[in-house]
């Protein structure tokens, strides 16, 4: 990255207010420091653990769950914002938030939740960790006895930053691609309140910049470290990149899954050009000769990717502070092209190898089992689930607070609850 540090633009009251009024206790720390804790603190970020990030926690010990990636994300996103004059807290919280609304087993997981609540909604992990921070985890009540959970209670500028898809899934764009087999969308029908309040005075559709920061920090840890784990695991193996048909596969995945409207011999090309870097592994015999080597990889393509989009946003904007909506992250397309050849590399090794098909066919199983057994059994739900259940005032709202409880678990707690069902016990009050 550049040289020097940019000095953090200025942001105004209207971007570090709270949806509930709140008086700041400790006058040293700022808002968005306060944000940047209660998202650490959270249980939400706790429970990624356990969650799956592209292999299962538990079936190695070096595959990365998703609070470790969340965790190189947030590094990732805060460089960016240090030299491009955001705040850099705002930038960390928003990346440690953007997984918190995923369901068990990861993406294979939202397919199976937004198939279970097509009805009523949809799902989406990214709708999901509004939901979250804004209703579900337990921090900040609205006013009076009964008020309202305003969950973790965030200003308006963190909350706009985790807004990766700022609109509602009446307003989706149309699904290209199987990676997009979820409907991309970032507010359900009853959050639009809060929703709109956060995307007060924003342009229609457009995401802040501290949202395509912590966008593009997800979008390197992501093609970055699943390569790594790939390698680690066995499942890719950097000796067979000149294969014809394996070449054949990534291009036709990559363009399928992530950028079809770029040509297969532009990716490759792309791919050969990650592959001349002096850095990048030859083999891989699980030496720490080895292991250094790998690490060495991805700290370069970390600094080659993030480098490439400050230096094409400096060119645009020159070296004022950025923040907000005052200006665009601009990535070049040739580090677009190298980030998605990479996705597609831990795509083709792990997400669609023919021995992980049948897993997911029972994962996904497992979820619907559970939604189905809680809808018919609310008195399984945790406490806090079990009161929204009690207040929901119809059929969709219920199933809503059960999604809501089933989404929430981590794999563990999935396969547990599931097992205690076909055991005779549902109660998920066991399972903690």
């Not at 953090?8 to 206790?25: C, G, H, L, N, P």
């Not at 705040?87 to 937004?114: K, T």
């Not at 960790?129 to 963190?158: D, H, I, M, W």
Request: proline share 4%.
């Amino acid at each position: 990255m550049g040289d020097t540090v940019t000095p953090v633009a200025q942001y105004s009251d209207f971007d570090q207010e709270r949806w509930i009024t709140e008086t700041a206790k400790n006058p040293r720390r700022s808002a968005f420091q306060r944000d940047r804790a209660r998202v650490v603190h959270s249980s939400g970020l706790r429970r990624l653990g356990a969650k799956t990030q592209v292999v299962s926690p538990g079936s190695d010990d070096f595959v990365r769950t998703r609070l470790t990636h969340s965790l190189e994300v947030a590094q990732v996103g805060r460089e960016l914002a240090r030299y491009l004059g955001c705040d850099p807290d705002v930038v960390d919280a928003a990346c440690l938030s953007h997984d918190l609304g995923h369901p068990p087993f990861g993406h294979n997981g939202e397919i199976a939740l937004a198939s279970l609540a097509k009805d009523i909604g949809g799902f989406e992990g990214n709708a999901q960790t509004l939901r979250l921070l804004t209703r579900l985890e337990a921090k900040v009540l609205a006013p009076g006895e009964n008020g309202p959970s305003a969950g973790l209670n965030l200003t308006r500028a963190t909350l706009d930053a985790v807004s990766k898809y700022p609109w509602p899934r009446s307003q989706a764009p149309e699904i290209a691609g199987e990676s997009s087999s979820v409907q991309k969308f970032g507010v359900y029908e009853d959050d639009r309140e809060v929703f709109a309040w956060l995307r007060q005075d924003a342009p229609i559709r457009v995401r802040c910049l501290e949202a395509q920061l912590m966008d593009l920090a997800d979008d390197i840890s992501y093609s970055v470290h699943d390569v790594e784990d790939a390698v680690v695991g066995r499942s890719l193996d950097l000796g067979s990149l000149d294969d014809a048909d394996l070449r054949d596969e990534l291009a036709s995945t990559t363009r399928r899954w992530y950028l079809p409207e770029v040509g297969e011999d532009e990716l490759l090309a792309s791919l050969d050009r990650l592959r001349s870097a002096a850095y990048w592994p030859r083999a891989w015999d699980g030496s720490r000769r080895a292991q250094a080597g790998l690490k060495h990889m991805t700290s370069q393509l970390i600094g080659r990717f993030a480098a490439a989009a400050e230096h094409a946003t400096r060119e645009e904007y020159g070296y004022e502070s950025l923040n907000r909506y005052a200006g665009n992250l601009v990535v070049p397309r040739d580090t677009l092209t190298e980030i998605s050849v990479l996705k597609g590399l831990a795509t083709v090794s792990v997400m669609v190898a023919a021995d992980r098909q049948q897993i997911q066919k029972y994962q996904q199983q497992v979820l619907v089992d559970l939604v189905g057994y809680a809808a018919d059994h609310p008195e399984s739900l945790e406490p806090m689930f079990s009161a929204d259940y009690a207040v929901a005032d119809n059929d969709d709202a219920r199933l809503r607070v059960v999604i809501d409880q089933v989404a929430s678990l981590t794999d563990n707690s999935a396969w547990g609850w599931y097992h205690a069902i076909h055991a005779g016990d549902g109660d998920l009050s066991g399972l903690g």
